[in-house]
């Protein structure tokens, strides 16, 4: 269902609200069911038991490749960009692609993967990792895709929480200039993973790998030999489809459970209306399948809707800070999806890099991840799509499965930092401190949604009540999203960033308990704060607040260099080296209430470098060390 109109939004943002069973049941007869669906939603926010089109039954992958191997099975699904300039691209038409997904269906079959099962991935962007989800959504399987950045500890308490029986993993990765050992990583990692029967490596670089017998295998020529024809397995609309872990404000991350038949339905219902493409366009989300938005929008979405989508393997600056610009040429790219930390990072190189290529195949921009600021838009607005492409600022979560917020590309408008309207089916309230819907037209407060949309998540795996705590207990009846947002009188909404203990650095969420919880673990480490603060490039950087032990404390500059070299390594170590802190400040307390909390609010502001506000300190525990603070950190 394709709106055209603003008028059509906003009919059908009504009809959505008003009759969601009418709505979406026919969004859902779209696609090929194998069994048609007894209740188009049931359950609700306060027992958290939503399902939708239950009783139905299908195989997404037939929605993405079979469907349209009628209609065009010539067209190019995906193109595949490696990190390289030198080296050649690859592409698959729909009829190849269908072919590469049942071969790797047919290894994973063999290898002993059946429905239910889950598979791991700890791939860099290779063909394969997109070709491998859905070989796995193939054969009913739950993939789990762990981003290539982590750490093996990190990717083992993935692989342990969700018993995988598999991995699928590279030698090593091409990212830029760097080579990241993978399967170096991974056999760190399975130690101590008792679930795990078999790993398969897909050869990238050729470097020299160890092969433990009877384990691991290499992907490449399995693939090779295997049959291009395989059944795709039946499964519920609520069975499991993949399992993504995300860092939340307390603890070790969540695995965030998405299932079949309602993922499927919005991720091709936000993909085709958020962003507007016709036939012969050329979509190229730059993100990573190691997180939410390469799932639903370079992957699942993008195919459900018969795209040409483009898979790159490498980074904006590499060999040049020119590659996107690049990229966009070489395929005369007409919708480009990007997050605001790469457009801030680009915006700050040299403005030839921008002209020496031709832009103007583009028609659409996108925008993703955090909050986008006045001054990026504008630069991404005049010099990327010189003033012609309307730009989408899609707000969404992990959690979400899909896009929440947006305008509609050249629909609705596109307005700076706001992402304007929800989408239909998206029903946000706004609530104040005391917990009150904000019912006037515009307004600031904690952003909640209302009613359930086909593409949430279904609970934490494992771990239900964890998933009932997080997001519907701060307000009853009420999914709570974490952001804080305001409303316009025309109800447009403007993201202005997460309320709770959650950072988003260059657009990837980190939890402070997770990082806190790792600086803690070294020897010398007693206690620790971890806050975000505004940074130029990532958004919020991380500010880390250290206490040593006794006698412990670095004194000399080189000392401190030396220290947090180490703190370094063990965030490297537990986490991965996107959780390194930007700051590390050694203090000898932090300020705490009488009950001994700590008082994140007053530790953000000296972080951000304003102490304009700090509020009434005398009743703290401990006032005096906010004085020492605001010293150490120059103030
Ligand atoms: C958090 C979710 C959505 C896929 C990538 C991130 C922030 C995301 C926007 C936006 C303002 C945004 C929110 C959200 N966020 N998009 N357009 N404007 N903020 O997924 O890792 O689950 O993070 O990212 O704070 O809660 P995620």
């Known amino acids: 269902m394709q709106i055209s109109s603003k008028e059509d939004y906003f009919k059908a943002w009504q009809e959505a609200s008003e009759n969601p069973e009418n709505f979406w049941s026919k969004v859902a007869s779209e696609y090929q069911w194998k069994k048609p669906w007894e209740s188009v ?30 209609e065009r099975p010539d067209k190019t699904a995906v193109i595949w960009e490696p990190n390289g300039v030198d080296e050649k691209e690859i592409t698959y038409t729909y009829k190849e692609l269908h072919a590469e997904v049942c071969r790797f269906a047919n290894v994973l079959k063999d290898q002993g993967i059946r429905k239910g099962d889950r598979v791991v991935f700890y791939m860099s962007m290779v063909p394969e990792l997109l070709t491998g989800v859905l070989a796995c959504a193939r054969l009913g399987a739950v993939h789990s895709v762990v981003f290539a950045g982590f750490s093996a500890q990190a990717l083992a308490g993935r692989i342990k929480d969700c018993e995988a029986k598999m991995v699928i993993t590279c030698d090593e990765s091409y990212r830029g200039a760097k080579t990241t050992p993978l399967k170096e990583i991974t056999d760190e990692a399975l130690k101590d993973c008792g679930s795990i029967e078999k790993v398969l490596i897909r050869v990238r670089t050729g470097a020299s790998v160890p092969m433990k017998e009877g384990r691991d295998i290499e992907l490449l020529p399995l693939l090779k030999e295997a049959s291009p024809h395989c059944d795709a397995v039946e499964v519920a609309a609520e069975d499991p489809l993949f399992i993504l872990y995300t860092s939340g404000s307390t603890g070790t991350p969540k695995g965030l459970l998405h299932t079949t038949g309602g993922y499927m339905v919005w991720a091709g219902f936000t993909f085709e209306n958020v962003f507007q493409m016709q036939d012969d366009d050329i979509y190229w989300c730059t993100a990573d399948i190691g997180w939410i938005t390469g799932h639903s929008y370079i992957t699942y979405g993008p195919l459900l809707k018969g795209a040409t989508t483009v898979m790159f393997e490498g980074v904006p600056t590499y060999p040049e800070a020119d590659r996107f610009w690049q990229v966009v040429d070489k395929y005369k790219v007409t919708h480009f999806y990007t997050a605001p930390t790469a457009i801030r990072a680009l915006e700050a190189c040299d403005i030839e890099l921008v002209k020496r290529h031709d832009l103007s195949s583009l028609k659409v921009l996108g925008s993703v991840g955090e909050p986008i600021n006045d001054e990026a838009w504008q630069w991404y607005h005049k010099e990327i799509g010189k003033e012609n492409c309307p730009i989408v600022d899609t707000w969404w979560q992990t959690e979400t499965g899909g896009i929440m917020i947006s ?44 009613k359930p949309w086909p593409g949430m998540a279904r609970t934490i795996w494992g771990n239900h ?128 209430t009488r009950s001994g909390k700590i008082m994140r609010r007053i530790l953000r502001k000296i972080a951000a470098k304003d102490i304009s506000n700090l509020g009434d300190i005398s009743t703290l525990l401990n006032p005096e060390v906010v004085e020492e603070i605001k010293k150490g950190a120059g103030l």
């Open 407 to 450: 305008s509609l590309a050249g629909v609705t408008e596109s307005i700076s930092t706001y992402a304007t309207y929800p989408l239909p089916g998206v029903i946000p309230q706004l609530l104040d401190s005391e917990a009150n819907v904000i019912d006037d037209k515009s307004g600031e407060g904690n952003l909640c949604i209302s």
């Open 465 to 592: 009540e964890r998933y009932k705590e997080t997001y519907f207990s701060a307000y009853k009846g009420k999914y709570f999203t974490g952001d804080g947002s305001k409303r316009d009188e025309s109800g447009r909404y403007r993201i202005t960033g997460r309320v709770d203990d959650v950072i988003n650095v260059s657009g990837h969420r980190i939890g402070t308990a997770e990082v806190e919880d790792a600086l803690n673990e070294h020897h010398h480490v007693i206690e620790s704060a971890v806050v975000g603060f505004p940074h130029d490039i990532k958004g919020q950087g991380i500010y880390a607040y250290v206490i040593c032990n006794n006698g412990k404390a670095p004194t000399s500059e080189e000392e401190q260099e030396n220290f947090k070299k180490e703190l370094n390594a063990v965030i490297t170590k537990i986490i991965g080296p996107i959780a390194k802190p930007d700051q590390v400040q050694f203090v000898s307390g932090l300020p705490k």
């Open 41 to 70: 939603q049931s359950g609700n926010f306060t027992d958290v038991n939503i399902k939708w089109f239950d009783g139905a039954t299908l195989n997404i992958t037939e929605n993405c490749l079979d469907r349209h191997l009628q």
